[in-house]
């Protein structure tokens, strides 16, 4: 017993260095099988560049918290609603019609296109809702969600939860790059990074106000932006088949509509600012709605 006790330590050791190599080695192949893709497969590429611009935004938006030591509840609504009203009105122009177009054109009924619409929107909530469910986490106002919560720190819950509302606007991304029309998919990212620089002011500011230093909720927020490129990666590569794609759109504006009701509305209107919540929803949807028949024609 002693003797297996002495070499205990070194096991241990040895096992963590083991995890770490094959971590370094298996980030390494998955580095290398992206830039293959990016050099064969252009959107791929484009989703990977777009999905970087919604992360430099959000990156963008966090500097204002290097001068600023507290963000006006009135001001806070009304950035999450702004916020709200890009991603409706992307979800509804640059995913749901674009989505419904393309069933139709394969429709043999008049029905048969909106029903499968709106099953793959309900299936887009569905799987957004079970994250939400299982994951840990913390929002800003209403406090801690997923299973086992309490166990992890709370500044790790508010990390996940950051990633978790990123996640749809990736995929969102990256499933209209995996379509034909670039330009309308340039338009679904502009519009995201543009909701993107006030989300990432609220991020610092919110986990400044939690009691996080300067420099940690700056760095939080440029770096929950990361995972937008890497969703839009793996959207673009999941959905580039034409049979899924406007599944894959249709899901994505599911789980983004899932985000708008059940976080950033009611997390908007929580301190009783619903007006200017309201008028920031308003501005975000109309914002979008321009760009989308615009730059989208």
């Avoid at 970087?52 to 509840?73: D, K, R, V």
């Avoid at 019609?97 to 054109?105: D, H, R, V, W």
């Avoid at 502009?190 to 609220?202: A, R």
Wanted: hydrophobic share 55%.
């Amino acid at each position: 017993m002693k003797v297996m006790e002495l070499f205990q330590p070194g096991w241990r050791l040895g096992s963590k260095l083991l995890a770490w190599c094959a971590l370094v080695l298996g980030a390494g192949y998955g580095l290398y099988q992206l830039i293959l893709l990016m050099q064969y497969q252009d959107h791929v590429r484009y989703a990977f560049y777009a999905g970087m611009m919604a992360a430099g935004a959000t990156a963008l938006g966090t500097l204002p918290a290097l001068f600023s030591n507290q963000l006006s509840s009135r001001l806070h609504a009304a950035m999450l609603g702004f916020g709200a009203g890009v991603m409706l009105a992307a979800s509804i122009f640059s995913l749901i019609i674009p989505a419904l177009n393309l069933f139709e054109a394969a429709a043999q009924t008049a029905w048969q296109g909106p029903l499968k619409v709106a099953a793959a929107i309900l299936l887009g909530s569905f799987l957004m809702m079970a994250l939400e469910r299982s994951v840990p986490h913390e929002h800003f106002i209403k406090g801690t969600e997923g299973h086992q919560a309490l166990i992890l720190k709370r500044s790790w819950l508010f990390v996940i939860a950051i990633i978790l509302h990123n996640i749809p606007e990736g995929l969102a991304i990256g499933v209209a790059y995996a379509g034909e029309d670039t330009v309308g998919a340039s338009t679904l990212a502009t519009g995201i990074s543009v909701q993107d620089i006030p989300e990432g002011f609220v991020v610092a500011m919110a986990l400044l106000a939690a009691g996080y230093s300067r420099r940690l909720s700056i760095g939080v927020g440029m770096l929950s932006g990361l995972v937008e490129p890497l969703m839009a990666v793996i959207g673009a590569i999941a959905l580039s088949n034409s049979a899924v794609l406007p599944w894959g759109l249709a899901m994505a504006a599911g789980a983004m509509l899932f985000v708008i009701s059940h976080e950033m509305i009611p997390e908007s209107h929580r301190k009783g600012h619903e007006m200017s919540a309201t008028n920031g929803l308003m501005l975000g949807f109309v914002l979008m709605f321009v760009l989308d028949t615009a730059l989208g024609s």
